[in-house]
């Protein structure tokens, strides 16, 4: 359930830092989590770059 929680959150966000701030959780915790998640789906939920996430 944290794992979905958090996706949404990115997905609100739209950036690991901003979002991990938010919940009062590590940045490479969410990381790790989201990348768990998209691997047990198959499918990129979000396309990494620099600046932030964009949903796919």
């Known amino acids: 359930m ?3 929680i958090q996706t949404l959150a990115v997905a ?3 950036n ?3 979002t991990a701030k938010a919940l009062g959780v590590s ?3 969410i ?3 989201i990348k768990a998640l998209e691997e047990d ?3 990129l939920l ?3 770059n620099t600046r932030g996430v964009r949903l796919t």
Do not use: C, D
Request: proline fraction near 5%.
């Open 31 to 33: 990381s790790a989590r």
């Open 27 to 29: 940045q490479p915790s």
């Open 46 to 48: 979000f396309e990494r």
């Open 12 to 14: 609100e966000y739209l």
């Open 2 to 4: 944290a794992s979905l």
């Open 16 to 18: 690991f830092r901003h």
């Open 41 to 43: 789906l198959g499918v």
